[in-house]
């Protein structure tokens, strides 16, 4: 199988408890200009999207604690959640990983932010860092 070609890093995921008092952290630092909020409600989880050049850092906020954001932040406290890397086809990056031995949390791409494509390969695969294959 050949290899997925990344086109870049889409974000980083960082998972947070008060998403506003985030924002406005990284706001006193950062000029983003705008910042783009959307909740994601079958993820359980609401998204402030702040663009620093091609990429984007990604603040996560659970909306009930039994989300995987919420889960991750009573285990681990605030901090990188994961690493999302562009590729042309999710289904192809999904199989790579599979192939290579890797431990795939979505055996079909999911649903993501804004129309998007996702999957996960675990952390334990991926020297500590949840990685997600991203279509936009």
């Known amino acids: 199988m050949d290899k997925v070609k990344p086109g870049g890093i889409t974000h980083v995921g960082i998972a ?3 998403l506003e008092k985030a924002i406005a952290d990284y706001s006193a630092i950062f000029d983003f200009g705008s910042v783009e909020t959307m909740e994601v409600a079958y993820e ?3 998204i402030a999207l702040l663009k620093t050049g091609v990429s984007e850092i990604e603040l996560l906020s659970p909306t ?3 989300s ?3 889960k991750f932040i009573r285990e681990k406290g605030e901090g990188m959640h994961h690493l999302a890397i562009r590729v042309p086809d999710v289904s192809e990056a ?3 990983a599979k192939a290579i031995g890797m431990h795939v949390l979505d055996e079909k791409p999911r649903p ?3 129309g998007a494509e996702a999957a996960f390969v675990h952390p334990k ?3 500590g ?3 997600e294959f991203y279509s936009r």
């Open 129 to 131: 860092v949840l990685l």
């Open 44 to 46: 359980g989880v609401k």
């Open 94 to 96: 999904i199989e790579s």
């Open 16 to 18: 947070v408890l008060d």
């Open 64 to 66: 009930n604690q039994d």
């Open 125 to 127: 695969s991926f020297h």
């Open 112 to 114: 993501g932010a804004k």
């Open 68 to 70: 995987s954001i919420g």
